[in-house]
């Protein structure tokens, strides 16, 4: 093992190895079978396409089943807002425009007024994210934004299209990675040292500064002729006596942590070399 390494013994990577933990060899390899079948299951039964399709007002998700892609919200009788239980999915983006000169967007139109029927608003709208139509007026297009649903829609359609953005996170993880297990090889022991030195320096400043904050209040107390106060009364009310105790507490901390380290050189030195050998092992 790690900690029966002793002086004149092979490097620890050539010790010879065996298989102690069978027990989670085995429920390793069946959660990786359970894993396995949940892909495959997934895959055979499932549809990436759920996850930014966006639904029509039966509940069928927009681009599946022969409907279109886009999800059209139909106008409300009320100026400025829409019908969200009035959703049809388009081919295009209803386009007043074209619709009137037979161009691309009559179809959108077509079938965006069949679904709103006569009390719902056909409005001028722009695809977005190829998902959605999105008004082109203002204070609908607001009332979009502003419902939660479409929103998040929206925005997990677009991590598909963000691929490239991925890929470079991916490959700076990698390359952080390596680089800190290389820092940690070469540094190990010092940064073992880093940080029992950092930790005996806090405990022994915050200790001084408590009784450094102490002594000076009882000292301009008595330069200012005043009787002592009460241990309530020093600093803000914090107990003089209990702030002494607490600041000689971690001074004692700080000279405790320090004699560890003085006798335990050997066992840090130990711990720094299973360090390097496991970054080894890593790389």
Do not use: H
């Not at 209040?217 to 914090?238: F, N, T």
């Not at 006596?241 to 380290?261: D, Y």
């Amino acid at each position: 093992s790690w900690g029966d390494t002793r002086a004149g013994d092979p490097p620890l990577l050539d010790v010879p190895r065996t298989c102690t933990d069978w027990v989670w060899l085995v429920l390793f390899l069946l959660g990786c079978g359970g894993l396995f079948g949940a892909w495959s299951f997934a895959a055979e039964r499932g549809d990436p396409r759920w996850l930014s399709a966006l639904p029509d007002s039966f509940g069928r998700p927009c681009g599946l089943g022969g409907r279109g892609p886009l999800l059209f919200v139909c106008g409300s009788d009320v100026p400025g807002q829409l019908d969200l239980e009035r959703r049809v999915c388009v081919e295009r983006c209803p386009n007043p425009t074209e619709t009137a000169e037979g161009g691309a967007g009559a179809g959108g139109a077509a079938a965006a007024a069949g679904a709103c029927s006569i009390t719902g608003r056909v409005y001028n709208s722009a695809p977005v994210a190829g998902i959605a139509c999105v008004p082109d007026e203002k204070a609908l297009r607001e009332a979009v934004e502003s419902n939660e649903y479409l929103r998040r829609a929206l925005q997990v359609s677009e991590v598909p299209r963000a691929w490239p953005l991925l890929l470079v996170a991916v490959v700076f993880a990698l390359v952080a990675t390596l680089m800190y297990l290389c820092f940690l090889e070469v540094l190990s022991f010092c940064l073992i040292l880093l940080g029992f030195l950092t930790l005996i320096l806090a405990s022994a400043a915050a200790g001084l500064y408590l009784i450094w904050c102490s002594s000076r209040a009882a000292v301009a107390a008595g330069s200012a002729g005043i009787a002592p106060a009460a241990p309530a009364e020093l600093e803000g009310g914090a107990g003089g006596s209990a702030q002494v105790a607490f600041g000689v507490a971690c001074c004692c901390l700080s000279l405790a942590l320090l004699c560890v380290m003085c006798c335990n050189c050997g066992q840090l030195s130990l711990a720094a070399s299973s360090i390097r050998e496991a970054c080894q092992c890593i790389l």
